[in-house]
């Protein structure tokens, strides 16, 4: 099955020089972002988030003009490999998710979904065929609608210096930057 303009081979050398590596899980999410992107109406405007930091975030920024960086794909790492796509002005949308009772027809893609085998046991390259095969068949379909927060409409807001760090932080973040307020994920030791 085509990824979106791609054939799968196509996608697979994307993928390994983007990612590193020819993934399963970007293969698969490439499935999925072509299928969410497939339920919106042509020509929407819309950004993305990531329920998993794993794999998708890497196929998200590979088909959609949304990355991290310019801030269209947010990840939310709730743990689940799904992701959701809207609307970025009236925050209508899909969510593609992982079926886990369509998974029953390619034993190799739910074990290595489910990790239900060591790695050495797991065997590549029906992986990548059943991924291939399979499509976004393994997928469901949610309609949502995002929280007003994720709008296009909500701006950062003034910036000021934090008077604990003396950096730049958006004054809505409280007194102090969230660095201070104890978000960073490291001591500062010189
Ligand atoms: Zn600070």
Not at 132 to 149: K, P
């Amino acid at each position: 099955m085509n990824i979106g303009a791609h054939t799968f081979e196509e996608f697979k050398s994307l993928v390994a020089a983007f990612h590193g590596y020819p993934a399963p899980g970007v293969l698969l999410g490439g499935y999925m972002v072509e299928m969410a992107r497939t339920a919106l109406p042509p020509g929407v405007l819309f950004e993305v988030v990531a329920e998993s930091a794993k794999c998708l975030p890497d196929a998200i920024q590979l088909l959609t003009p949304c990355s991290a960086g310019n801030n269209w794909m947010k990840v939310i790492n709730l743990g689940r490999y799904a992701l959701v796509m809207y609307d970025k002005y009236t925050g209508e949308g899909v969510r593609v998710y992982v079926d886990a009772r369509r998974l029953e027809a390619w034993p190799e893609l739910r074990a290595w979904l489910m990790k239900e085998k060591p790695k050495a046991e797991q065997n590549a390259e029906n992986l990548l065929k059943e991924i291939e095969a399979a499509g976004d068949r393994v997928c469901g379909i949610q309609t949502i609608r995002i929280h007003s927060r994720f709008l296009e409409h909500a701006h950062m807001g003034e910036v000021g210096l934090c008077p604990v760090c003396g950096e730049g932080f958006p004054k809505n973040d409280g007194a102090i930057c969230r660095g201070c307020q104890g978000g960073a994920p490291y001591d500062l030791i010189g």
